[in-house]
């Protein structure tokens, strides 16, 4: 996620405090950059003074000379760290840097990630380690925020906290002046001017200028889905101008657009309808924060709202102690700050984590809440850009990415209906509909020599990275292609099915295909690890004996557990390994760059 700052002199800032914190975060959805600035606000409400920077926007020739710093990070992937610190992670491995390269550095770091995922908080374990291994000194016990936790990751964030800034004020100890109160409002991010902007700013297109975004045209928008099933699943395909260059696991990049009715009902409610279209000119106030840079700085809220500002995800704690502050009614500010309590927190959980409650929704309950608009982007989220893996090879469709998307849609425990925000203004896309599409590098790597087997296990819309990986092996003239797919039924939601049924045909493709509800009523489904476990012998020829490669990709819950336990299994009665040695086998797979998996939540 791209992110700007208030221009200033970083140096001679840093040089004017003796209690300065660096604040970098690492995301690829944007939570982390949420956690960094509560990490911030307290930060400065303890009289430190406090840079926070992106990974990938920070000058890596300074960390050399960096003292103190907080490190934000989240996990993706199979235990990857976020495309936006590669840079800097592939710095810190660097072999000819010295051990005590950063004996001056005093660093913490606070790990995001999801336990719902074999390498939780991943990444920020090696980064941990690493930064030890080159002198650096590790001030308090690292933190690991879990989705899965009741409130989320700020249910370890809040208890880290307090451990951190005690550290950091044994270093750099407090001054004689005491700390802003803990419950005051901070100044607002932005400050705010009247507008007289030549172009109207939801006319202007804010990723024009951004690098790795390029203009596209819908070439089709088709539901793959039977009509009568419960899920659509589309194939949309992109035509672009340029000569774009991507490979097998790359990703698209879309930024959403709400739908018009919530943004308009969601004004109202809030009671900026009348004011809606006003345009107005913002600048940063302090050089702490950041602001996408996606988002112009002549805008509208109805601007601001469909294209930039989350009004539909579910809001964390952080949300509630800034709203809090706006309520007018006594009632309802006492309700907003219990939930800011830990004495609130299980009630905070039914009211808004449980039941999946929107920001949106929050408000139009809340009816006496008053938000100023200098505090927009204090209080709302940023808007996320959704990534999809690309399901084409640009050699075999020249100028084209093709996606293969699930249309989200579904009830919540209070039997509201829900549709995904971005996968929802995707399925609105008509042929000749133009967007701007970003591209950004994968995690899938292929094998140089053609002869080499590859094995692809991807059930749903995981098949979309096998798709384009597929397509270019063959494009290449590789044959030693397997793919095993799985889904509900063979005649209702089976991807891609006459593709893969004319390269089995043309012997370039071994393909399987489990479907888990076609089976009789009380009877075992199948699914794609029992059918590589009736094929062990040819799986063992494959990975075992001939050093082939392995690529899962579908939802994180069940599935590629399930899938590495056939592959163990396997090299256990094909292969005569035993137990200790199987799982040895699938480490060396992983740490030799032969088993890929990307897999979602």
Same mark, same amino acid.
């Given at each position: ?26 995301? $690829? ?47 993706? #992937? ?72 009741? %409130? ?59 690098? #790795? ?124 700050? $219990? ?34 608009? $200098? ?38 425990? !209070? ?10 203004? !995707?399925?609105?896309?008509?042929? #000749?509909?133009?967007?701007?599409? #970003?591209?950004?590098?994968?995690? %899938? ?85 029992? %059918? ?70």
């Amino acid at each position: 996620m791209m992110a700007t700052s208030v221009d200033v002199d970083f140096k001679s800032r840093y040089s004017e405090s003796e209690r300065f914190i660096l604040i970098l975060y690492a995301t $690829e959805t944007g939570v982390s950059l949420d956690t960094a600035e509560q990490i911030a606000r307290e930060a400065q409400r303890r009289l430190f003074t406090v840079q926070l920077v992106s990974t990938d926007a920070y000058p890596l020739e300074d960390f050399v000379h960096e003292t103190h710093i907080i490190f934000v990070v989240s996990t993706t #992937g199979a235990g990857q760290e976020p495309r936006s610190m590669t840079a800097m992670w592939n710095m810190l491995l660097r072999a000819d840097l010295p051990q005590d390269i950063l004996e001056d550095l005093n660093f913490a770091v606070f790990g995001l990630g999801d336990t719902a995922y074999e390498k939780f908080c991943w990444a920020a374990k090696k980064l941990s380690r690493r930064l030890e291994s080159l002198g650096a000194r590790e001030i308090c016990e690292r933190g690991e925020g879990d989705e899965q936790h009741p %409130l989320g990751i700020e249910g370890a964030l809040d208890a880290w906290m307090p451990e951190v800034f005690k550290a950091l004020e044994a270093l750099l100890p407090v001054p004689l002046s005491t700390c802003e109160d803990v419950n005051a409002l901070s100044p607002p991010k932005i400050s705010i001017a009247s507008s007289s902007c030549a172009v109207a700013p939801e006319e202007a297109d804010s990723l024009n200028g951004v690098g #790795g975004y390029y203009c596209a045209n819908v070439r089709c928008n088709n539901r793959m889905t039977a009509k009568d099933w419960y899920q659509d699943v589309r194939h949309i395909e992109f035509d672009f101008e340029d000569d774009i260059v991507y490979s097998p696991g790359d990703v698209a990049v879309i930024h959403p657009v709400a739908s018009a009715a919530d943004v308009e009902s969601f004004l109202a409610s809030i009671g900026w309808l009348d004011i809606a279209d006003d345009e107005f000119c913002f600048s940063v106030q302090d050089w702490c924060w950041t602001v996408f840079e996606t988002i112009p700085k002549a805008t509208t809220l109805r601007s601001l709202f469909s294209r930039h500002l989350d009004i539909s995800s579910v809001p964390r704690r952080s949300f509630f102690r800034i709203l809090r502050h706006f309520a007018t009614d006594e009632i309802e500010s006492e309700k907003l700050s $219990e939930f800011c309590s830990p004495e609130g927190a299980d009630e905070l959980y039914e009211y808004v984590t449980r039941v999946r409650r929107t920001i949106r929704e929050v408000l139009a309950e809340f009816h006496s809440v008053r938000i100023p608009k $200098e505090y927009v982007f204090d209080l709302f989220p940023p808007m996320r850009p959704r990534q999809f893996s690309i399901a084409s090879s640009v050699r075999v469709h020249r100028k084209q990415v093709h996606l293969c998307i699930a249309i989200v849609k579904y009830k919540t425990k !209070l039997k509201i209906s829900r549709r995904g925000v971005c996968s929802t203004y !995707l399925s609105t896309l008509k042929p #000749g509909d133009r967007i701007r599409v #970003g591209i950004q590098k994968g995690f %899938l790597a292929m094998p140089k020599d053609h002869a080499v087997p590859v094995v692809c296990i991807g059930p749903g819309t995981g098949v979309a990275p096998m798709r384009a990986l597929i397509s270019e092996r063959i494009y290449e003239g590789a044959k030693e292609n397997v793919l095993y797919f799985g889904c509900r039924s063979a005649s209702k939601d089976h991807h891609y099915s006459s593709e893969w049924k004319a390269l089995e045909a043309s012997k370039q493709l071994y393909y399987r295909a489990a479907f888990s509800r076609d089976g009789q009523e009380g009877a075992k489904r199948t699914y794609v690890q029992d %059918l590589m476990v009736e094929d062990a012998k040819k799986l063992w020829d494959l990975i075992g004996q001939r050093g082939g490669w392995v690529y899962i990709s579908g939802s994180s819950n069940k599935m590629p557990i399930a899938v590495k336990g056939a592959i163990e299994l396997v090299a256990r009665t094909v292969g005569g390994m035993s137990e200790d040695a199987a799982r040895t086998f699938m480490k060396s797979l992983q740490d030799h760059g032969r088993l890929f998996e990307e897999c979602w939540s």
